[in-house]
């Protein structure tokens, strides 16, 4: 008996960590797809000077006290991140059987690789010949006047500029005050901008940078088709090239990195360290790694500094995240020159500020490496919780000294490449960052660095996700329940149901889902053990569009809602409509619910003959009522008076004992109270 009791345990633990998984993969799914959505006040994708380039920073509040600007810093870096994500996205849309949306990421991604060659890579600055794509590249080329609004006829593009960052943002309603942030917006929400910092003249590339766009690249020519895999091995082969030997070989020393005027650029130009790293990375996108070294570069590297850096003896803080990055990409660090050693020492040389489990994960997927390796074991625990600890609102950092940085280790525009108290949002001034004074910069961040983190586990650790894809405007279309898998062999049993009680569908959009669905209570060819009562919920931001041909079968179970997204768990609610002109439905249990100040009240089908499902919400304890009147406002039935727990509630209301006419059904609780009509048809 005992040994029973303990199986019992033991497996409603499992049941347990189970469903909480789940409840977590959903919840950082919903919030993958919010910092996509999020983007828009981060990058506007085109072809024009400034755009495809992503902002770094906004509404940086330790330059600026208006806090309206946008701030593209280190762009190099973040341009990788960028071009990372959206090729793990590309991937995991397409292995998810979402097609089109993969076409709309794989159209962003273009656009963003243009903007490199055309505005990053072929410039005039620092006496690179334009046209000339040869590897030199500046951070940004952003102008000053990329969001001036004020000049619509001499900078028509400044104004589309302001207002695509600026969408749903009021200048004056949600400006920054010290007490309230942006008046009412959520602290991760961008505020409104009408400025560009920094800009101007542009830094010169520098080896973190080079090293940024190279990861980014890296993840196209794995994730992407044959075209942009192409492109990316060219890119990457003129950068490495340049950083190598540039731009005269006759006079320069390797890994010294010159701007083409033949001046050592003023920021990170010494490579020699990475030397073998830049090589090895190299022969990643199909190149020899002849091509890449020298006498100088061999010794340095092999003998030397590359391969002693996985041992963190003398990898400097700032280093760590290029030695790691090259070393991911190349899969290059060595024991006695044969035993792999890579993983050991990303691990080693990065686990001292919780940063490992990021770029084990891009070695391990760039390299197909075994989920069973001992590193990403140790690491996949705390991978998972820092996927659950980033804010759903995106990432931020306002204030030290009143603690309102992002906690839980997201308090940073540079996740992967900062110290801990970067990451938990300490105040700088009370630590010891040696002779140089602990800065660092206040705004909101566009949460590129989880996005990718993200993509990267998801594609490693193969987990299936159904419902990945695009979370703007939304169409649901098809059969439900239905077997799960593309590759389902048609007159075989299906053993897995997607869309019913134990795996039910809920569709979320931030904008507008429209619905062609049959929600069913058949599945063909299904396994008769598994349960196949259809299940399908929509929530959506603006609107629901139910369209013909939409369909709920008698016993199955349909629900929509309107509702504004507030965190991982759940939407805000709102006064909004859904739109259920031509709609279609027998479902005796199906109900779209709008809710207002946490209560709704809706019956479904409307019209109805005979029965129809009352369905209703109160947000706290109260006494219930609901009451039907005739078209003269007389009562003629109480349908329910109880006290109620909050909650929502639903039950069948059998209507056959009236005649066919219009009624009004309310519902009264607390100080709440809702009418609708209702029509009752002839049986």
Partial sequence: MKKIKLILIFLLAYISQSVIAQENLRQNLLKYWYYKDRLKYFVVPGTQQGESEIVCLRNRGDIDATWSNINFGQHGVNFGYYLGTLATEYRLLMDNGNTADAQITRNELNLALQQFNNWMDKTSYYGDTPNNENGFFVRDNVPCDFVDNTDTVGNPLGKFHYDQLNQDLDPIANAWNESDGFNGLPNGHPGPISSVSECGNPSAMSQDEAVGVLMGLALVRKCMPITESLMACQMAYRIINYVHYAPNPADHVPYLIYDPNGDLVSEGNTAVFNSMGFAHAGSYFGWDISLFTDPISVTEGIMGFWQSQQFDIITFDYNRHMASTLAAIGDSWRVD???????????????????????????????????????????KSLAESQMNDAPCEGPYYFNPQTNSGYPNGWGYNYKWRGKNWEHYGLDPTLQDCGDDPCNRSSGVFNGLDYMLFFNLYHLFYGVPMADYHYYNNRSLYGFFPVCMGSHFPIGETCHHVWGCDTDPIKAYSF?????????????????????????????????????????????????????????????????RLVNTDSITANA?????????????????????????????TIPCDG????????????KIADILNEQKTAGTFSFIYDASALSPDIYFFTLLSNDYRKTIKMVLLKE
């Fill in 337 to 379: 020159k044969i035993i792999n050693s890579t993983g050991d020492g990303i691990n080693r040389v990065t686990q001292e500020y919780e940063t490992n489990t990021f770029y084990l994960l891009l070695w391990a997927y760039l390299h197909d490496k075994n989920t069973g390796n001992t590193n990403l074991v140790n690491s």
């Fill in 588 to 616: 005796n249990d199906s109900v779209i619910l709008k809710k207002e100040n946490g209560y709704a009240f809706a019956s479904f089908p409307n019209p109805f003959s005979g029965t129809t499902n009352i369905n209703y």
């Fill in 511 to 575: 904008d507008k889902i429209e619905c062609t669905t049959n929600v069913n209570n058949t599945v063909i060819n299904a396994d008769p053990a598994l349960p196949i009562t259809g299940n399908v919920t929509l929530i959506a931001g603006k609107e629901i569009k139910l369209l013909p041909g939409f369909k709920v079968e008698s016993g199955a179970y349909f629900h929509a809602s309107i509702d504004d997204f507030n965190d991982c768990n759940e939407f805000n609610t709102t006064n």
């Fill in 623 to 634: 006494n219930v009522k609901i009451t039907v009147s005739n078209t003269y406002g007389i």
